[in-house]
């Protein structure tokens, strides 16, 4: 005789009544894991990355680093953009374009900028943080307006005591030294009080630091043509903006976290 049986042999409500009770204890399980899992990922802390975007006057870097805010947020991430150190220190920068003392000046912006790392440092929960220059970058500026020796040796220590934590990847906005000088031109800020001799010559310096003073970095040659109103971060009605070049550099460059 076959030991086999069939579903009618079985006590059916027996059965719904077993299979109920051991559900319940699965769903009280099952929530208990749900409570610890969400009080784990509360207490885990995201780490941001930094990208620098290095560039001379004019390159375009503060436009890309607001395109690139844009570009992340509207992709789920949670940013942090820093403004250029120099533009905090409007008077200082003035009084530099007045005077042309430039250890003043470049003493100023290393005090400024040693403040905005060391808040940096302590930023947590974003994704990204977005710099607008690096600290780096005051030796380029020290190297051409400052001739005294001592003076550069001085200014060296006091960016050596800047100590940046977070990872920080370089993105080196370069486009030829034709185009950074008519964007500079275009614009017209009133503070940037420069000629075109002193943008060529920085310009050139920026060619030759940006590989001593960053070991790794990416080059992105924007000499591509955007229009005002997606500089502005507004809908783009313009047939000829390239903006898409920047969607496609920074999609690519963003594939290196994956």
């Not at 009133?190 to 310096?205: A, F, G, P, T």
Request: with cysteine; glycine share 2%; proline share 2%.
């Amino acid at each position: 005789m076959s030991n086999k049986r069939n579903f009618s042999d079985l006590d059916f409500e027996e059965k719904l009544n077993d299979f109920y009770e051991n559900f319940e204890e699965f769903k009280k399980i099952t929530e208990k894991i749900i409570k610890k899992t969400r009080l784990i990922e509360k207490s885990i802390t995201v780490v941001p990355r930094a990208i620098t975007f290095a560039g001379t006057i004019g390159s375009g870097k503060t436009t890309c680093t607001k395109i690139f805010e844009k570009f992340l947020k509207d992709n789920g991430y949670k940013v942090k953009r820093m403004i250029e150190v120099s533009m905090q220190i409007p008077n200082a920068l003035n009084l530099f374009y007045e005077t042309k003392n430039g250890l003043f000046f470049q003493q100023v912006i290393t005090d400024k900028y040693k403040q905005v790392i060391d808040e940096i440092n302590e930023l947590e929960d974003y994704h990204y943080i977005l710099i607008d220059r690096g600290f780096k970058e005051i030796e380029i500026f020290t190297d051409l307006i400052i001739k005294d020796k001592k003076s550069k040796e001085y200014l060296k220590k006091q960016r050596d005591l800047i100590a940046f934590k977070l990872q920080n990847d370089i993105i080196f906005v370069n486009p030829t030294k034709k185009t950074a000088i008519e964007r500079k031109k275009a614009r017209n800020r009133l503070w940037e009080k420069c000629d075109e001799e002193y943008l060529s010559e920085l310009y050139d310096k920026y060619e030759e630091y940006i590989p001593k003073i960053y070991q790794k970095y990416t080059v992105f040659n924007n000499d591509a043509y955007i229009c005002k109103d997606c500089c502005e971060l507004k809908e783009c009605n313009d047939e000829n903006c390239n903006i898409r070049k920047y969607y496609n550099f920074f999609s690519i460059f963003l594939k290196q976290y994956e």
